[in-house]
């Protein structure tokens, strides 16, 4: 079952002997968490510099400072894939990077860079996933600020840390795709509504959407029906960043067959409004899908016919323009893909 991590929304802080102002003192003063560096206990409706905290759950959250780190240890299931879900927010205007990562690992590739830079969230604070294989029953998980800023009053705020286990679709007689209907995927939290960023140049044997790649410069996000609304089950995905924000999964295919992808176009009921387009892309071909948003929920369906030129085809998805919502708060937005699906054709002139 997902989980936040033990005091993973740091609402249990440490005594007023263990502080010096809103500094950390002692390296084990959060209960459950090991720090390291300048790390800061914040409350939500106090100032960093000229920045006014609003913490997105709880009361509390911590501020990483320059090399700062926080790490808690964790039971999980060896050899199981999982992914991390946390909200962040900057201090200062510039972008910051965070490092994210799991020990013991055999891989270089279980720890993950992210540019925290474009806001999506209208309160400041975006929810972030990565995702790792498990490779012990008992793991390490590390956020770590690596930036060097000459304001000490920067530095990233972390709050709301869970874990979820993630368990690969299998492909089907009715759709050649891995997770098509894009059901399995990172943690929500329930009471937060800016879904969950699935961060740009995510590999497929690692994402934290089981199956996909973010092939993109920038990030996709991830929403739910609880929040948001879905043409299809529980899940889907919408492209918030133009040509920058680009889905794909690769599928074995025969050369010369005839194919057809099926797929969801629509908009989240997010205020996201406008004349929106859908790029697919397969086999070659490429299908501009328009759908015109009045920004209230709604969606049509599409379908993109190609040969198989190769025995692996790239199926990829992205929007041609950027999206903004209607409320004037600057945030990114775009429209939305739900239930993808691809099959072959004996008659592609029947389908």
Known sequence: MPRL????NFEYGPKPSQMQGAKVGDPHAIPNWEIS??????????????????????SCAVRLGNEAAIRQRVQVRNKLFYSLTFTVARTCVQAEWLNVSVSPSSEPKDWGMLLVK????????????????????????????????????????IDSVALKALYTPKRTRDNMLKNGDLEEGPYVFPNTSCGVLIPPNIEDDHSPLPGWMVESLKAVKYIDSDH??????????ELVARKESALAQVVHTTPGKDY??????????????GSMVVEAFAGGVTLPVPYESKG???????????????PRTRVRFLSTFYHMKSDHSGCLCGPVIDDVKLLGIRHPWHA
């Not at 948001?228 to 995905?237: D, I, L, Q, S």
């Not at 209230?296 to 190769?310: D, M, N, Q, S, T």
């Open 5 to 8: 991590l033990l005091n993973g």
């Open 37 to 58: 560096g300048v790390v800061e206990y914040l409350k939500s409706g106090q100032t960093r510099g000229d920045m006014l905290l609003i913490v997105p759950e709880g």
């Open 118 to 157: 474009t806001t999506y969230g209208y309160n400041g604070w975006d929810t972030y996933s990565w995702g790792f294989l498990a490779e012990s029953d008992e793991i390490e998980i590390v956020i770590h600020n690596p930036g060097v800023e000459e304001d000490s009053a920067c530095g990233l705020l």
């Open 228 to 237: 948001f609304f879905v043409p299809g089950g529980k899940r889907a995905v």
């Open 260 to 273: 057809a992808l099926t797929f969801t176009v629509g908009d989240a009921n997010d205020l996201c409004e």
């Open 296 to 310: 209230k929920g709604g969606f049509k369906r599409a379908i993109l016919r190609f040969k198989a030129v190769l």
